[in-house]
């Protein structure tokens, strides 16, 4: 791999992760609601789905894991509705009035949950899929040896989309605990919260392979 193909990876893997899609508006709607610590862990979820899909690659099974396409089309579907579930439970709270003060009473969710849900989205994201499978591969020769360069490229990957998805997390952490001090700012930071993971599904929902 040339200096060259890394940078032009580079640039174009940052591209793809500033623009928001179901998990830049999963990660803050996560922040908003139980601040940065958990939408950190559902970062790392959204990672790890990537580092999977990273070494299906380097195994040649991406292509096999893509053409699976019934199993894909219903977890896909399954994380539609977990998105919209959570996200119409925060609506509701926000229009009964509880906004974030509910946090403390109902609990926040634990690291791992977040992170597994992190990981669920990112395997069920068709973008996800498509970029394994017919972008990635622009960036390997072939005729060097693969696993290698699908390593550099994972590492590069993780860190670019780990920067930029913590970017978001804490500017939209920051804003909102601004808001905590105003119930009436609360409940609009909830709606706020519900809307970006509705949103999130809505992404997922109209999200195609191709």
């Not at 950190?40 to 959204?46: E, M």
């Amino acid at each position: 791999m040339t200096t060259q193909t890394w940078l032009a990876f580079f640039v174009t893997e940052t591209a793809l992760s500033l623009v928001p899609g179901p998990a830049v508006l999963y990660v803050v709607g996560q922040a908003m609601r139980h601040g940065a610590p958990r939408a950190f862990a559902a970062n790392l979820g959204i990672l790890s789905g990537n580092t999977l899909y990273f070494l299906l690659s380097a195994f040649g099974l991406a292509a096999v894991v893509a053409a699976a396409a019934p199993l894909f089309v219903a977890i896909k579907w399954l994380g539609v509705a977990y998105l919209a579930w959570l996200g119409i439970a925060e609506w509701r709270e926000a229009l009964r009035g509880a906004g974030l003060r509910t946090s403390a009473v109902r609990g926040t969710p634990a690291p791992f949950a977040m992170w597994r849900q992190g990981v669920l989205l990112q395997l069920a994201n068709p973008k996800a899929i498509l970029f394994f499978t017919a972008l990635l591969p622009q960036f390997v020769d072939p005729a060097q040896a693969v696993a290698p360069q699908i390593a550099v490229l994972a590492l590069t990957s993780v860190a670019s989309e780990f920067a930029v998805l913590a970017g978001y997390a804490w500017v939209a952490a920051r804003g909102s605990r601004a808001l905590h001090a105003n119930p009436r700012y609360a409940r609009c930071t909830g709606a706020a919260a519900g809307t970006c993971l509705i949103g999130a599904g809505i992404g997922l929902a109209l999200a195609q392979r191709h």
